[in-house]
């Protein structure tokens, strides 16, 4: 079981920033294609966006040109930086391999609420 790291979740105001990271340990962090997903009330949980390991990025449609996923393999981290927050992404928020491999943790908790 890979013990991930997570933090930058909170509550924040429509239109506001957060940037959340996942830092993983291990030696082959820079072989995986990465993904931050999340999960909604009563949804499933869906992948947002993704950036592989060649640093190639990929996001849902309705995130795109508002987040940015990128990676620091030195620090084995990646991270979600997200702008012009709506309600609709509130979500417990997770990191994982892309397609998962890792199993999920606990999760971080957006909320986006005036």
């Known amino acids: 079981q890979v013990q991930l790291v997570q933090s930058g979740g909170g509550l924040v105001q429509p239109g506001g920033p957060l940037r959340l990271s996942c830092t993983a340990p291990g030696s082959f962090f820079s072989a995986y294609n990465l993904g931050w997903y999340r999960q909604a009330p009563g949804k499933q949980r869906e992948l947002v966006a993704a950036?592989?390991?060649?640093?190639?990025?990929d996001y849902i449609a309705s995130v795109k040109g508002r987040f940015t996923i990128s990676r620091d393999n030195a620090k084995r981290t990646v991270y979600l930086q997200m702008t012009g927050l709506k309600p609709e992404d509130t979500a417990v928020y997770y990191c994982?391999?892309?397609?998962?491999?890792w199993g999920w943790g606990p999760g971080t908790q957006v909320t986006v609420s005036s």
């Open positions: 950036v592989s390991s060649g640093s190639s990025t």
């Open positions: 994982n391999t892309q397609p998962p491999q």
